[in-house]
């Protein structure tokens, strides 16, 4: 395997790719000014904000001496002690080049960090880019391209400006989804595509199974072999699960949560505990709650609609999926029983 940390936090690029993205503005997301109504919480508080949450580090902007007149404070991974670029600065310095950059207004400011930030995590992309191509080309020059197994993924995705944050750790579409590109010219044909659900937990089952290995009673998942043959199975699951254990953690202040999504509904229960996880902090415990998403009527999901008398049995259903994927993983549910019926539609007890 070869990992690439080049997208992580701070995104410091290749000297050769210094320029890229910079000779016109890259488009900016329609839900970028989000104001977080008709959800949870969660959203909200989440400390994750490309107008609010950047520091001068993160966006390459020389950090001017002061205390918090200059900007809050914060924690990054590394554990160096940075400051966020205040809402209102109006004044910024490239930290390299000395280039200065002045605001009229904060949202002439917001689009300059959502601008500055994309530049230099594009650029950084770049850079995988340019190695999953040398690796590629290693293959072809070594006659090794027919039989091997090649496959681009990742771990998570990641925000880009969308609902207005960069980072990860929500079960929002553009975190939740992750890439999965596969090459395996011997089994797989060119070009195909396979719209059916898969979970990282599925990944070991099936190298196991084009290895000709026995898969392990105690390994979770599923071989998903044949979806790549375009022979989907007609019991295959269509349902992904997800959770983020952080919770409150020190930098984003992230909630913990868990949930599923099949092809249409996406179901979150938002649990906010640290249930004694190291990184995970209390906070917000009696702030639980539940979101329901059609994603297919609400594909930038704006709208909770758990609670809406019309999804009653699609939260039944997905509540029934959600318990049993937590089974077949090994995961341990938190959320109360479900009661339903009555005029109030969906409830649960807290």
């Not at 959203?43 to 993160?58: G, I, P, S």
């Not at 008398?309 to 509540?319: F, R």
């Not at 549910?333 to 339903?340: C, D, G, Q, S, W």
Request: charged share 30%; net charge negative.
């Amino acid at each position: 395997m070869c990992h690439h940390k080049a997208p992580h936090r701070s995104w410091e690029c290749d000297d050769k790719h210094k320029h890229l993205y910079a000779d016109k503005p890259i488009r900016v997301p329609e839900t970028f000014t989000d104001d977080y109504k008709n959800r949870a919480k969660a959203a909200k508080v989440a400390k994750m904000r490309v107008a609010e949450d950047l520091t001068y580090q993160d966006l390459g902007l020389v950090q001017p001496d002061g205390g918090c007149r200059v900007g809050e404070r914060v924690v990054q991974e590394s554990g160096s002690s940075q400051r966020k670029i205040p809402i209102d600065a109006t004044r910024l310095i490239d930290k390299e080049e000395g280039t200065v950059f002045t605001f009229k207004s904060r949202g002439e400011l917001a689009e300059f960090k959502f601008q500055r930030y994309m530049q230099r995590y594009l650029r950084v992309i770049q850079s995988v880019d340019d190695n999953v191509g040398r690796m590629l080309d290693y293959l072809d020059q070594n006659g090794l391209t027919d039989n091997t197994i090649v496959i681009y993924t990742s771990d998570q995705g990641f925000f880009l400006g969308e609902h207005g944050w960069f980072d990860k750790r929500f079960m929002y579409e553009e975190s939740f989804q992750m890439p999965f590109l596969i090459r395996y010219p011997a089994e797989i044909a060119r070009g195909s595509v396979c719209d059916d659900i898969i979970c990282n937990v599925d990944f070991a089952p099936t190298w196991l199974d084009f290895a000709k290995l026995p898969m392990p009673n105690y390994m979770q998942g599923v071989s998903f072999r044949e979806l790549l043959r375009g022979k989907t199975p007609a019991n295959w699951q269509q349902v992904a699960y997800h959770r983020y254990w952080m919770h409150n953690d020190i930098i984003h202040e992230a909630r913990a949560h868990y949930g599923v999504r099949d092809q249409r509904y996406k179901l979150i229960y938002w649990y906010n505990e640290a249930l004694g996880v190291a990184g995970a902090r209390p906070g917000a415990e009696d702030e639980k709650e539940w979101e329901l998403f059609d994603c297919e009527r609400d594909p930038l999901e704006l709208f909770n609609v758990y609670r809406e008398p019309e999804y009653e049995q699609v939260v039944k259903d997905m509540t029934r999926m959600l318990e049993q994927k937590m089974q077949e993983i090994g995961d341990e549910p938190v959320h109360p029983p479900l009661m339903i019926g009555g005029q109030g539609g969906v409830s649960s007890k807290l």
